[in-house]
Each structure stands twice: as C-alpha cells, then as structure tokens.
C-alpha cells in the first residue's frame, strides 16, 4: 500500500464553502474525503455511500467530478442532502440492509462513516432504538449484513473506508474500530488502516480510524 495510506492529516473544519444544518457538528469533513476520492478514483467513478447522513460523500464526489450514490434512513437528513445534490435521483430514502435489492450500478469507491453504538447501551441506531433489537450484539451483527449488501454492488478490486472511533464513556471502553473491522471482514478483505489526524477541532476526539477494504 502506499505510504499516502498509513497516516495524515486533515483539518477537522476546513473552509469548504458549504453551509451545512447545525445538527450536522460532527460530520466528517470534506477534506477527510477529498483525499481519499483522490486516492482512489478517478473523474466518472461511481461513489457510494451507504449512511450518507448530510451527504458529505456525496457532496465531494461530485464536486470532483464524480457520480455520487447514497442511502440515508433518516427522512429529513435524507431531504436536506438530496436537495443540494446535481445527482439527488441516486439518492435514496431507505435502509441500507436492502442495499441489494434496489437494482444499483456497480460503484468504484465506498466512503462512510456508519452510526456508532456504545457496547454498554441498549438503543441500537440501526434499527432506530426499537427495544426488539436492542444490543450491541445485534448492532454488529447487522452492520455485517448491510456490508453484505454493499458487497453485492461493488466492483471486484474496488475499495471501501469506513471512518470510525473507539469510544470511552467514563471507565466504558468499546473497541469499535476493531468490531466494525470485524464485521466488515466477513465480505471484504482489509488491506489497512489509516490513522487520521485532525488539524484543528474535536479536542474529544484529535485522532480517529480509516479502515481500508478491498472487494476481492
């Protein structure tokens, strides 16, 4: 792998141009994505987001001259980012664990950054709190299967990051940067993982984890 993928660093609150809603805070910046779409693909390439949020993937793809797609289950994050988007007719309102059956175009290029659980909290955001799915087991256990279903639309050879966090509540720690690399394993095979410095915002969080996938 490159050395480009092994550590850098990125200014958490660029000047990107672009006003997003305030309960957007904790996004991953465009500059994070920026440099990956540069890194792995090249202008036509389709993007792909499978917890699109406020778009930001979507939004840089584009912005590079790229074919941004996308899945968000919230309706108003959903509504606010296709509003915005040249290509808002590849994004849908939906859950992502149907990724294989919306009949999509084999993407080049995946970037998301997936809701986090606490391993100690019972409301699994998967599945929007339902108290039938609580569990940190069955979080994972469903974030697998929705990876499952992005492998079925991505192109052999083609790479997926996944930004994520450790998280530490009080004397909780819940090593989610493992985990989710675990589930995203069973279809995809990690080729590394890059270690992201934040130039300037979250104090809480100055690092964070780029993990590198590759459809085989």
Known sequence: MPDFLEYIEVPFTADEGRVYPEEAEDRYPESLV????????KPGD?????????????????DMGRIPYGIEADGERYEWAAAQLEHWMNILHADSVDIGSFKLPRMDFCMTSPPYMPAHHKWNPLYG??????????????MAEIFAGLSSIMKRGARVVVQCDNLH????????????????????????????????????????????????
């Open 129 to 142: 709190g339902d108290p039938a799915y609580a569990g940190y087991d069955t979080y994972l256990a469903r």
């Open 46 to 62: 389709k993007v792909f987001d499978p917890f699109l949020g406020f778009g930001t993937t979507a939004f840089v793809a584009e």
């Open 169 to 216: 509540h009080g004397k909780v720690f819940t090593p989610l940067v493992r985990d989710i690399g675990t589930a995203v394993s069973q279809n995809f095979r990690q080729e590394g993982e890059v270690m992201v410095r934040w130039l300037k915002g979250r104090a809480d969080y100055p690092y964070t984890h780029c993990l590198v996938f590759k459809k085989t």
């Open 34 to 41: 920026r440099a990956f779409v540069n890194e792995f693909t």
